[in-house]
């Protein structure tokens, strides 16, 4: 039977004329900020350690924003969801922004095999106190710089090819329409998820709770993946409301789209808080030295006013904020949300890091903004890369029509 046409066919999708010299501007802006946070990192005196604290804020942040999209994609294909598929290729592109991450993450590993790096303590045994080397040596088989790289290049790789594969299957069927490429991606996105909860929690174990290798909490990993996910439903909001302002997808993409991604990004809001309130109950009622100290330095001086600050600005106001249904159906006020949410989401990140190495003091400068700026232009740069081989919609999914009709109740 053939199918009939919709409203969506004459959209535009190809974003291929706009990639090259789009590209090129956010290199350039990149690399110029990376050099000239390096050149502030250089003159601390600190053996880079500021430049690299803040750089880990900052690509933990972008690095979040795919991985929440590689989630995104292999759920909508294990529930084979039909009213996400308008929107699925976003975060298809998002998540194939991985292989630049792994790129952006040298400048956080290459100094640590060299022995020169001021951010993991557990990585120069000679410099942390007597009383904690036992402690150390226990951890020492997991915590060492060869098998954290080989655990970093696992991760990586993982996801890699899990993007690869999403985002390969998908544009063959723009091509083919074949449905047995939707069926291949709907088996293959169980086991995806399993590999995606087990490398993104230690990769969090991995590159920030070991920070402070005396601390430890079982909880940490699904608190980074639920503000990675709030943060990358804000993000996709943002990238549909930016490429429709510039003609694409603006039939595919409905009010309706934007109501359910709204509703999405409220639902993980709650699930970030519930995770950071369970992790901070379970280590307040134990009462436990080794816990608590984590604690203890976000808890007191600034650090308290910004933890503080993360309750009303990623929970409670916004929590209050979203519930409207007119908010998720306004685009100025839900584009407005999702700025927030993408705002807080970094500060959260920033009072995760920062405090291991400044607990007295609130050390935000322009080394902050330089990093971000590096790190976010170079994670643009390769979404525009991305974006630029193909459709930003899935125009041969079988479920496309389902998407077109799509209806919130």
Not at 70 to 89: D, E, P
């Amino acid at each position: 039977m053939q199918r009939k046409p919709t409203k969506i066919d004459d959209d535009r999708t190809q974003f291929s004329g706009a990639s090259p010299a789009a590209m090129a501007v956010l290199v350039v802006v990149g690399l110029g900020a990376l050099a000239a946070g390096f050149a502030l990192g250089l003159n601390g005196g600190d053996q880079l350690q500021r430049f690299s604290a803040s750089y880990l804020v900052s690509f933990c942040f972008f690095l979040s924003l795919s991985l929440g999209a590689l989630f995104f994609v292999a759920l909508q294909h294990l529930v084979r969801a039909g009213w996400s598929v308008t929107v699925r290729r976003l975060a298809e592109i998002m998540a194939g922004n991985t292989l630049t991450m792994a790129i952006l993450f040298l400048p956080i590993l290459v100094p640590l095999v060299a022995g020169q790096s001021g951010l993991y303590a557990w990585s120069d045994p000679a410099s942390v106190p007597a009383e904690d080397r036992e402690l150390l040596d226990w951890k020492t088989p997991y915590l060492n710089v060869p098998f954290f790289t080989g655990r970093a290049v696992f991760y990586f790789v993982v996801w890699v090819l899990m993007a690869r594969f999403f985002l390969g299957h998908s544009r063959r069927q723009d091509e083919s329409g074949d449905p047995a490429l939707t069926r291949r991606m709907e088996k293959f996105s169980g086991v995806a998820l399993i590999l995606f909860a087990l490398t993104v929690t230690f990769a969090s174990f991995d590159w920030l709770m070991s920070l402070e290798y005396a601390w430890f909490s079982t909880i940490f990993g699904l608190y980074y993946f639920a503000g990675a996910v709030v943060g990358f439903f804000a993000f996709l909001i943002l990238l549909a409301m930016a490429l429709q302002s510039g003609g694409w997808a603006v039939r595919s993409i409905t009010t309706e789209h934007y109501h359910e991604l709204g509703k999405l990004m409220l639902g993980f809001l709650i699930f970030w808080g519930y995770m950071a309130f369970s992790q901070y109950m379970l280590i307040w009622y134990a009462n436990i030295p080794e816990e608590t100290v984590w604690y203890l330095d976000r808890q007191t001086g600034p650090w308290a006013w910004v933890g503080m600050g993360l309750l009303f600005g990623h929970l409670l106001i916004p929590f209050f904020g979203l519930l409207s249904r007119e908010v998720k159906r306004r685009k100025i006020l839900l584009g407005a949300w999702a700025v927030w949410m993408l705002v807080v989401h970094w500060v959260d990140l920033y009072w995760l890091v920062m405090p291991t190495f400044a607990p007295e003091y609130l050390p935000l400068a322009a080394i902050d903004v330089l990093c971000f700026v590096a790190v976010g232009s170079l994670f643009l740069a390769g979404l525009v890369r991305c974006a630029g081989r193909g459709n930003l919609v899935p125009v041969k999914d079988p479920r496309i029509d389902e998407a077109a009709a799509f209806e919130n109740v």
